[in-house]
Each structure stands twice: as C-alpha cells, then as structure tokens.
C-alpha cells in the first residue's frame, strides 16, 4: 500500500519554478500569499485543470474560498492571470486561467533592468 | 547585452518543488509565508549559500529583515529548518540551514495518511 | 519578436526529472537512448500530447521515425512505458502512452536496495 | 529504513531541464548520449561536485570511463563544456566544469530562428 502511495508521489512528480521568477516577483508587485497562488494555478493547469474552482485552490492553501475569490480577482485586475475562452469543436465554451501575462511582465521586467549583481556567490559556483 | 541577461536566466535555471508538498503544506501547519521562505532556503542553500542572512533573504520577499528572522526562528522551533553547524579542514566552524526537518515531516505525514482522493482528475490524466 | 519567443520559453518552463531516476536508470536496465525516449514521451505527456506519434518524436531525437518506433516497442516489451486505451463521453476510443510501468520500477527498485553510500559527498552539503 | 530511503530521494529532489533544451538539442549538434553526458555534469555540479571524474560519470551511464573520458573531450571541443580553473584563499587551485558554453549556444540558437511552429497543439493548452 505504501509502495502505491510512492509510486503516486513519483507520478505527480515536481514543477519548475524559473528561479528569476522567485528572485524578482516582489519587484513585479506581487506578495507572498499571491505568488502561491499564481503557483497553485500553475500546478492546476499543468495536471489539466484549466479552471480550478477557488474552493479546489482554498482547499490546498490557508485562505477562505472567499478570500481566495478577491485575490484572485485582483490578480486578473493587476495583470498577472487572464481567464480565457474557448470553444470546442462541439460548440461548448469552457473558461480557463492563463498566466501568459505573468511571463510577459517577468520578461518585460528582466529586459529592462541592467543585469543584476546579488547572486556573485551562486555566479562563482557554476 | 540582453543575450547576456537571458544566458543568466538559462544560467540560473529552475527550482523543483514536489507537488505532494504544495499540496499538502497547509495540513503540515505551514502558511503561504512560511512556505516561501522554506523555498527561498532551499534555492540559497541550491546555489550554494547554505546559511543566507536575513537581510539576504527578505530583500527577495516583502518582509522586513526582522520579520524574516523572527518568522526563520519560528520555522526552527517548529521543527521545519534546523541549523546544522560543521567544522571543515581548517578547524573553521560554520552554520548551515537544512531542509531536513521538512523532507521528515512530509514523508511522515504521507505515510501514515490514506491514500488522497483529491486528485482523480488529474490521475486519469496520466 | 525576441521578446516574444523569450516569453515561450517561459511559458513552456522545465521538465523536472527525479534524481533518482538520473542515478539509477542504468541498473533499471536503460540505456542513455532509451532514457531520452522516455524523457521526450513523458514532454509530450505534460504538454498534453498523451500519444506522440514516432514522426513526432523521432523530430526531436537523433533517430530516424523506424527506429524511434522499434525502441518504443521495446521500451513497452520491457516494461517501462504502456499504452492505455480510453473512451471518452462520446465513445470515443483514444490511446495514450502511460509512464506508471518506469514509476513503478524505480520505486520497487529503490526499496529493495540498501541505503545506497554514492552520493557523501553531495549529503554533506546539504 | 524505509523512511530514510524516502526521505532521501525529497532530500536530492529534482532536476530541472528547460523544455527548449530538450527540443532543440539535436539541431544544437547534440546526440543522447552526449545530451545524457551533460545532463549527468549538470546534476553533479548542482551536488556540488563541480570536477566529477570520468569514474564518477560513467557509473551512472552505460559507458566505460574511457569512452566518457573521449565524449567529455569532445564536447569541450565542440564548446558545449568548458573547464576552469579557480584559485581559493589558500592559493590552491582547482578545475570545475561549467556548462556556461551550452547556455550560450542554445540562447544563440534560440534567438536566430523564427517563432518554432511545431508546439502548436501546447500552445493551445496554456
């Protein structure tokens, strides 16, 4: 029984966080609590669910699924999720989030800054 | 110029988070502020700076250093980060953060769970 | 343009491979092409190609489409891969590729072996 | 015993490859086997283990040393790997690989070409 419970952490396996997303969301204007949830909506979407409700997303963190509602709300508001539609071939519209707008302000943040020098000691390592 | 930038990004690369921990923190006694320091720790301690200072930390988050430290020593009290002290070839003492702590209570509270439901949706998928 | 495609790379992000799997392949009785086939199927897979045809993995792969599809018969020979069949709502009949077979290897193999002692040197930085 | 196995396998985590590597090595002039070589480098020096053997490497591949040896000469050659040299506090020098070259050619290679097209049906997906 254990062995299959392994076996499921294996399959679930990991996501990838790009490290300069982890180093500069603070300067995109994102807290702590958002970024997690931009980080939820990332792990939803990757296992294919495209538009987890706010109580599947609440059920995995520390807020309401109120609270999950407006933060939420306030990340399409301030740029960082879009919700969008689709239309399948059966004629049947679906919404899902997107966070192409996360890596456009993270691109768009990282090519206007001059290179930045905080990591000189991971720098000297590789 | 920007080709150097995006050689630093590639350079820097990605952090892996288990899934099984972001779904699964909230029930370990872990808030989303919490949880994000433990993952700044560990991408300090992946490039290679195993005991960053507070300040380090909280110029990448939006906490204080002083917050950051208190908020470093809650994590140690609740058994989630230790500070592990080594001594190398020249007799130099140092102080390191470990994750230890974490990766032990993750597994803990895995294995004595029963297996979890919440993800039908995304097994069928794979 | 340029900050288009930067933005793709973001957006397509990383490919997390379990440690493990890296340093214990071999005794699981892969070769390094083998692997890499397995590496590109699990790609598709998270991409939400469920079922790559040999054409396109072969497009990514030094090998011709005819070799590519002899390796992935016998990767399902040996065991590492398997071809699930499923029906949809509309009685639609799909197959799919399934990694659960490697899953499962790696982790019957991993708890049958002892502590393995390879790695000292990377325990101790961590 | 288990439990410290398992523990383990959180403790060495994941590796993160980015997708474009994965699609573009073969037109990078990359083989597997050599992608795999590299792979391998990066994993060690992400160990901290920054000078990794001939021996060290090909216990982890399919290879004998002495054909690693020929497959790491090579890649140097064809400036994908570089080695360096760095001089400690105490004067002592030391050589570590560095994949610094890799990153160059793939942001070199990525930023040449037109928009790839063949991602079409992920696209769709995020």
Chains 1, 2, 3, 4 share one sequence.
């Not at 990757?46 to 409700?53: Q, Y």
């Not at 999950?68 to 919700?83: D, E, N, P, S, T």
């Not at 899902?96 to 290179?115: A, D, G, N, Q, T």
Request: proline share 5%; net charge negative; glycine share 4%.
């Amino acid at each position: 029984m254990d062995r299959n419970k392994i076996i499921q952490w294996f399959r679930e396996g990991s996501i990838a966080i790009p490290r300069v997303l982890l180093t500069n969301y603070k300067e995109l204007g994102l807290n702590e609590t958002e970024f997690m949830l931009l980080l939820h909506i990332h792990s939803f979407i990757d296992s294919g669910i495209t538009f987890p409700t706010p109580e599947q997303i609440a059920a995995r963190m520390t807020l309401s699924p109120e609270t999950c509602m407006q933060q939420l709300r306030k990340l399409v508001q301030k740029g960082f999720v879009a919700i969008e539609e689709r239309i399948d071939e059966q004629q049947i519209r679906s919404e899902h989030y997107s966070l192409e707008p996360l890596w456009e302000k993270i691109v768009r943040h990282l090519l206007k800054e001059p290179l930045r020098e905080e990591n000189e000691q991971e720098e000297e390592l590789y």
